[in-house]
């Protein structure tokens, strides 16, 4: 039984929801044919018989016991004008011909179709006709002394024959009364086998009802639920639960592929744990490493700038005063002390700005762009009378930010917009602003050499120079500083490479609550 059981179920395992479902869809429609058919048959069949008998048995042995009621009703009409010549008799005759006619023609066609029963209409016809040919009509025609005198002599022959007559017709309705009741018995067991038939169907369907819930519980429902059940679990952090299920096919692939989703869950959690765990070391060494780099920017701001000062005063003094008294490499010698002294101040000075950038300088207030415009103008005041600059700018926003921090990203940007200007060509500088969305988008835009498209990137890097600085002084810092303190307050910067025309610089602020208010004030200002 085992081993049966085990290929059973081995040849219906590979079986899917959806074989499962027309299998058990197309058996209960071939049952339910079949048993609505039986049903349609028993339905035909107790129609049938209750036509047969409504329409056909009943009518036949009324009109039967019609025809015998309206014969001898004519048999007394006429045995009555007979023995007493008054003709009042032959009422119930005359109207017993009219009933026999109707009865006759109602009769007919009722037995057409029933040999027996039609032998039995033609014996009574037979012996009516005989009847009246003999009795009745000779009679009936007779003056009342003729026909009391007819009917004395053939009374004898009138009783024989209409004995013979009454004979026949109770043979006729007793042949009609059993098939009546014949056909009223089938009726009867074809209800009852009616009954039987739909109480079958009924309890057939129910059945099926039954066996399609549990089949649908068991290979379906069930299954799922489990298989909810496990996914919940693990959606709820229990990884570690195996998920499984039984039923058909696809549904244990379904398990199989969220149980292979499961593991690579848990893989992908072991290695995001792996990786947090390492970004935390990493965090931490970041930390430790900035806190060493904060630490080396202040000893190199703070700490060198004393001996660097003394060294360079020093070599200074020893410039003017043994100047031209040494020979001329003592002069140069001197002189690239000098002049590395004040670049290495340089350096340490806008490495310094650049550390408090975001550390030190990191007060948030509405600052008004225009007033810091105006600032960074007369800054660079000698250096825009000495090259002939021209900058103009379009009316400036007040945004929400570092003042200082605001006032060294315009000077930077209008510095180096003077200094790499064309040879022989005045600097031509120009500031916009405009509002995109929630930010606001400036742009210092120049006529000097440009940047090619490779360096449009490195020049954002710290201490990364694109040229000598015999050719153009500085520690390349400046676009560096920039960078930072726009990408401080939320921005970013970049350079536009579809402006051939020289430098364009463009950078993002955002448009905070307090900047909204001044969204009137930059209009205004645009205004004449």
Not at 216 to 231: C, D, E, K
Not at 260 to 270: A, D, H, P
């Amino acid at each position: 039984m085992n081993s049966e059981q085990s290929v059973t179920e081995g040849a219906f395992s590979g079986w899917t929801t959806r074989r499962w479902l027309r299998a058990g869809v197309a058996s209960t429609l071939v049952v339910l044919a079949m048993l609505g058919s039986l049903g349609g048959w028993a339905m035909w069949r107790t129609s049938q018989l209750t036509d047969e008998l409504v329409d056909r048995r009943s009518p036949a042995l009324i009109e039967a016991m019609r025809l015998e009621a309206a014969l001898v009703n004519q048999e007394t009409g006429i045995r009555g004008y007979g023995l007493s010549g008054r003709s009042d008799f032959l009422s119930p005759y005359q109207q017993g011909e009219t009933d026999e006619d109707a009865a006759l023609r109602r009769l007919r066609p009722l037995v057409e179709y029933d040999a027996p029963a039609r032998a039995d209409l033609a014996e009574v016809e037979k012996l009516a006709r005989r009847w009246q040919e003999r009795i009745a009509r000779p009679v009936s025609s007779a003056s009342p002394e003729s026909a009391v005198r007819l009917a004395t002599s053939r009374a004898e022959e009138g009783k024989t024959t209409f004995d013979s007559l009454r004979r026949t017709m109770n043979g006729q309705q007793a042949r009609l009364q059993a098939e009546r009741t014949a056909t009223n018995r089938e009726l009867r067991q074809a209800e009852t086998l009616r009954n039987w038939m739909f109480a079958v169907i009924a309890l057939v369907i129910l059945l099926v009802a039954a066996l399609i819930f549990e089949g649908l519980r068991r290979g379906v429902t069930g299954p799922l639920s489990r298989l909810s059940a496990s996914a919940r679990d693990v959606a709820r952090g229990r990884f570690d639960r195996t998920l499984s299920v039984t039923g058909p096919s696809d549904l244990r692939q379904l398990a199989l592929d969220l149980e292979s989703m499961r593991r690579r869950l848990v893989e992908e959690l072991q290695f995001s744990e792996d990786s947090r765990r390492l970004l935390d070391e990493q965090a931490e060494d970041l930390k430790r490493s900035n806190t060493e780099l904060e630490q080396f920017a202040y000893v190199a701001s703070h700490d060198l700038q004393e001996p660097l000062r003394k060294v360079s005063s020093f070599t200074q003094l020893l410039q003017r005063r043994y100047g031209g008294q040494l020979d001329a490499k003592a002069d140069q010698y001197i002189a690239f002390a000098v002049d590395g002294a004040n670049r290495m101040q340089s350096l340490i000075n806008d490495l310094l700005a650049f550390s408090r950038v975001g550390r030190v300088l990191n007060d948030h207030q509405k600052v008004d762009l225009e007033a810091v415009m105006d600032g960074a103008l007369n800054d660079l005041g000698v250096a825009i009378e000495e090259t002939g600059a021209e900058i103009t700018h379009d009316p400036l926003p007040t945004v929400v930010g570092d003042a200082s921090q605001m006032g060294m990203l315009w000077q930077n940007l209008l510095s180096n917009a003077i200094k790499f200007r064309s040879p022989g060509q005045p600097p031509r500088i120009h500031v916009s602003a405009t509002k995109d969305g929630a930010d606001w988008q400036f742009a210092v835009s120049d006529n000097g050499i440009g940047i090619a498209p490779e360096f449009r990137e490195k020049v954002f890097v710290l201490f990364q120079r694109l040229h000598t600085k015999d050719a153009y002084p500085g520690t390349g810092i400046g676009l560096a500083m920039c960078k930072k303190v726009v990408e401080f307050h939320g921005g970013g910067i970049t350079i536009d490479p579809e402006y051939t025309s020289g430098t364009r610089v463009v950078f993002t602020l955002p448009v905070t609550a307090a900047g909204t208010d001044t969204d009137t004030d930059a209009e205004r200002r645009a205004q004449p």
